[in-house]
């Protein structure tokens, strides 16, 4: 008795997955998502600071983009934007490189570690070049130890990629007590002074914004209209189909992996050579964890990135306005908590996307 | 070094470990339901937070601090603040589907920016001048030792003396991974949650619940983490917070899952040997300070070469979850 109702129960809703969504349909979901997000902010934002919501959104609006705020929102973006490009292939495969963090981080040592080296001792343009070299061979290297073995003996690469960032960190607290005998936990523009990538037009970060703005055209070229970006497409659906019509697999999975790590690279190079001018444990930031985010809110589209990445720059540069001002009494964290739901509504929303609810009415029927 | 440094070691180790293996456990009960749960650091967070605001609000409140309420309102906190995040993440991959990799990071960035957040709003309330608050007395009851510790001989070895001086939750983290590992082993529901995570489309065949062994494991696996975050803040720091001093533990504490190869009874001996890695540096004399970074580097070191053998030597009984980190659609089949 009590299972044939369980039975009748369980049939009463019943899930499909959607054949082809819209991009109407994607947008107006999303929409709604991001709508309800900023409602549950909202009260949060009242219930914590007593402040009215709309009015804080305006601080948000100001800390990110007004004045002289924005170009470092602008650079933020770009460097956010360039960790995301650099996942998104592997991704694309499956392969769930969440070592982006160690990544850039090794890429920022190589980097540091060639101005401090050789800075003064070769021509400036030289020193440009080999740092460049050094921070890609870094980045490539700490992505293909965990693909090789991925590829031969299929190694878990989540939870390799995971501790290879704490290798990172630890290695660069390593260099930090080399370099500086004082102690100190960074390496500042004073011991790396040579080196600097030069201001284009005069723009600060002009340079960075640039490299990432033509990465991340070639990067969505490379996915969408070669070669490559059609194996690791197969290689990402089907590992199986990919071995039958004659890819590699393994050589894929190491070409990529090599790849994501160049760019990771990059984007040490450009936050050590043209932002900070120095280096600690922390210069990442989280931005290898946030990339994840990033590339996977935009299906793994280089373009859609563009936007996914501004959201979540939006967020932390807003929030970071907004706690600066001492009435609230709120500190800089407050932005890991608006970005927390955000996400959470925008990750819940796909699955209205990709799937469809039915009622079924059969249960009704049956009482009649 | 000499014997009563080594004691020491010891002593710390397993204060240090014991939040590890709360956390080693309880991602050790959801990995085996498949589900890869990268939250467990912000997990462990909330549960910290929760906890030392509970017993905050609780000391506050009254005069004279009952040893009861002292240890079950923060507790009951902890258990409530990680079990409400640990729904917010099954939600999200096992109704919703969500990817695991994705979700798991979102909830740390919460629970990290939750801890860090209500941890400042109290040290701004307390208006102190330190950047820590204090919760002494509650951090008492949950470092007093058994009564009968006292009446033992005066000849016992010191050792014993040690391992039996601690509060009751480095004894209930030993207890829980051994009732986990019994479970998981002996019993039928044991086998059900090993059969949802290496293969949920099999499970499901054959008439298990996968929805809901994947629910419960996530939840109680990450209740058991939060009482690791609780631990730490109330055991570990005497009853201090400190915003981000609990730091990334909750990684570490992932790492020793795959340390102990999914085994809750290894669990124990990597958290302590992991405990020890992390605060061997204070008592080693001589070291140059350059090989600090080295040393702290040993535990990850450790658990990357530990994957590597898992992998190569391929024995079935060491792998991990075979569907680990993949959502199951029913209707994908």
Known sequence: MKKSEKHKHAKLIYISKRANVSLSMQIITRVIALALALVVCGIITKVLSGENPFKALAIFFEGAFEGKRLLPTIHELAILLCVSIAVTPVFRMKFWNIGAEGQVLIGCLATAFCMLRLGGKVPEWALMIIMSAFAILAGMIWAAIPAIFKAQWKTNETLFTLMMNYVAIQLIEYFLKIADKSGSNTVGPELLNHGWFPKLFGVQYLFNIIVVAVITVLMYIYLNYSKHGYEISVVGESENTARYIGINVKKVIIRTALLSGAICGIAGLLLVGGYSYSIDSNLAGGRGFTAIMVSWLAKFNPITMVFTALLLVFIGRGADQFTQIPKYGLNGDFADIITGIVLFFIIGCEFFINYQIHFSHRSKEGKQ | ?333
């Open chain 2, 1 to 333: 070094m000499n014997v009563a440094t080594l004691l020491i070691i010891i002593r710390r180790a397993i204060l240090m470990g014991t939040p590890l293996l709360f956390g080693a456990i309880g991602e050790i009960i959801t990995e085996k339901s498949g589900n890869l749960n990268l939250g467990i650091p912000g997990i462990m967070y909330i549960g910290a937070i929760s906890g030392a605001v509970g017993g905050f609000v609780y000391k506050s409140s009254v005069v004279y601090v009952d040893p009861f309420l002292a240890v079950f309102i923060p507790m009951m906190c902890t258990i409530l603040g990680s079990l409400i995040v640990s729904l917010i993440y099954c939600f999200l991959t096992i109704t919703l589907r969500a990817n695991q990799n994705v979700t798991g990071l979102a909830i740390t960035t919460f629970g990290i920016g939750c801890g860090n957040l209500f941890g400042g709003s109290i040290i701004k309330i307390i208006k102190s001048n330190v950047p820590f608050f204090a919760v002494g007395d509650i951090a008492k009851e949950y470092n007093k030792p058994f009564p009968f510790v006292e009446y033992l001989p005066e000849k016992t070895p010191e050792l014993i003396k040690i391992l039996l001086s601690y509060g009751f939750m480095v004894y209930l983290a030993l207890a829980l991974a051994i009732i986990t590992t019994l479970i998981i082993k002996k019993t039928r529901i044991g086998l059900n949650l090993r059969a949802v995570g290496e293969n949920p489309a099999t499970a499901d065949a054959a008439g298990i619940n996968v929805s809901m062994y994947k629910y419960v494991a996530t939840c109680v696996g990450g209740v058991i983490a939060g009482l690791g975050g609780l631990y730490y803040i109330l055991g570990n720091s005497n009853g201090i917070w400190a915003n981000g001093a609990f730091g990334d533990k909750g990684w570490l504490a992932i790492a020793i899952v795959i340390f102990a190869t999914w085994k809750p009874v290894y669990a124990i001996l990597g958290s302590y040997f992991f405990g020890a890695l992390c605060i061997l540096y204070n008592y080693l004399d001589n070291i140059p300070i350059t090989f600090i970074p080295l040393l702290k580097m040993l535990p990850y070191v450790a658990t990357i070469l530990v994957l590597i053998i898992v992998s190569l030597r391929k024995k079935r009984e060491n792998q991990p979850p075979a569907s680990l980190g993949l959502s199951y659609f029913r209707e994908e089949r």
